[in-house]
């Protein structure tokens, strides 16, 4: 066997060109760093290698380079320990391992720089999940498809959940992404919150304001039978003679006069009150009950239950207010169940639209659960909303509108405890 050396600035360069004049044949005998790499000076590896004879005896390629570095070495072919390829895969191996031993350093000495490294590229990946999901929204609008993005999906399954009419729920959905700054959309939190705004803004309500000096209110409350007409007409004489800052004068007047059951029901909660009352038997008599309580601030007018669609009763209603020549304009509340749904509501409100509505008031909203019926009645008449009527108790079951109200009711349920 013959030894050979060869020298390089690395022991890659070495054995490159130990591969490049012996062959793949030859065995690595040694490696030796001759001279550390300095200020101007590279570093200096050299290698040994041993070469059977009878493959030196091959011709070498002409353009290969001549064997300046080679000179024989005393050294036995038992001390051989690996052919050339094999020390590549070694010094490869051993470029490998230095490298993961030094990752590791680097992680002992700045750990907090290698988590940051990972976290930002989480958070970069986060965003794209988002944007794909932004991106998914924006092709599918919901009147087109019912495949709503995470975000939403928590919102829309409420809003539908509660009763509301599928094409205003579309419609809102069309508003709240037409409108919805792109940040928002980041999760679901920040779309149920700009959600609700939305809403809130899409629901009329009607503050109460107190009669102006020397005024007068008169207020009448129409609807169907047995939504609760009476007993919110009571609840609102204890309101304005005695709950508020204020206490004001109140008169009553029934016109519900072919139900003796019924006028006596107003009859009591006056004679508790000691509030004065006047029934009203033709709708003549009716402007004269008006001046009879002309001492009064407020004046609360209880109809006779008409089914919506006894058209008779309701005209009687409308004739006493044709007849009205008093100086006092009447409010026409119109009172509706919670509890029906929407396209009921609607049919209803249809029927009792000719007395011309200044407001509705919807009861009962302790017996249901979804509330998107009431949305979805205001959002499609305008009429604004003056009170709400959340159980059988008088005076205290009775919530002054407000659309944060209504908008939390449509989301979360009615808890009546929560009431302050
Ligand atoms: N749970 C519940 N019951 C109510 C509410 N408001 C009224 N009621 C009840 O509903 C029933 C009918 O109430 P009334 O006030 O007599 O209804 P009305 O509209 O005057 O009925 P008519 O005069 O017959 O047309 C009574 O038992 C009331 O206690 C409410 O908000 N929640
Ligand atoms: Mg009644």
Not at 57 to 79: C, F, G, H, T
Not at 336 to 361: C, H, Q, R, V, W
Request: include cysteine.
């Amino acid at each position: 066997m013959k030894i050979l050396t060869f020298s390089g600035s690395t022991p890659a360069e070495a054995l490159k060109k130990a591969q490049l004049e012996v062959g793949e044949d030859a065995m690595l005998i040694e490696t030796r760093e001759i001279q550390k790499k300095s200020l101007g000076k590279s570093a200096l590896y050299e290698i040994v290698v041993g070469v059977e004879e009878e493959f030196l005896s091959k011709p070498i390629p002409r353009n290969k380079e001549p064997l300046a570095q080679q000179r024989p070495l005393a050294q036995k072919s038992s001390d051989v320990l690996f052919n050339i390829s094999e020390a590549a895969k070694q010094i490869s191996k051993i470029a490998e391992v230095t490298e993961e031993e030094r990752v590791p350093k680097q992680a002992f000495q700045a750990p907090s720089e290698d988590l940051k490294r990972i976290k930002d590229e989480i958070e970069k990946l986060g965003d794209k999940v988002k944007i794909i999901q932004n991106m998914f929204w924006d092709e599918k609008s919901p009147k087109t498809s019912v495949a709503i993005p995470p975000e939403f999906a928590e919102i829309y399954r409420l809003a539908q959940q509660s009763g509301m009419n599928q094409d205003h729920l579309d419609e809102i959905m069309q508003l709240t992404l037409e409108h919805m700054p792109s940040k928002m959309r980041e999760n679901s939190e920040t779309v149920k919150r700009y959600f609700q705004v939305v809403l809130r803004k899409m629901i009329p309500v009607r503050m109460e304001t107190s009669p102006k000096m020397g005024g007068k209110k008169v207020v009448m409350l129409v609807g169907p039978t047995g939504v609760g007409k009476t007993t919110s007409i009571a609840k609102l004489a204890a309101r304005y003679s005695y709950l508020l800052e204020k206490k004001y004068k109140v008169g009553l007047v029934v016109l519900d006069t072919y139900r003796i059951g019924a006028v006596e029901q107003l009859m009591q909660y006056a004679r508790m009150m000691k509030l004065g009352i006047e029934t009203v038997v033709d709708p003549p008599e009716f402007s004269g009950a008006l001046n009879s309580l002309r001492y009064s601030d407020y004046i609360l007018i209880d109809t006779m239950g008409s089914s919506p669609y006894d058209k008779g009763k309701i005209e009687k209603i409308h004739e006493c207010l044709r007849s009205n020549d008093t100086d006092y304009s009447v409010d026409v509340v119109l009172v509706l169940p919670s509890s029906i749904k929407y396209e009921d509501l609607k049919a209803t409100y249809d029927n009792f639209a000719p007395l011309g509505i200044d407001t509705m008031m919807f009861t009962k909203l302790d017996e249901t659960r979804g509330f998107g019926n009431i949305f979805s009645l205001v959002y499609e008449t305008k009429i604004p909303i003056s009170y709400f009527s959340v159980g059988q108790e008088v005076p205290e079951d009775l919530v002054v509108s407000n659309s944060d109200f209504l908008v939390d009711c449509l989301l979360n349920g009615f808890r009546k405890g929560e009431l302050s």
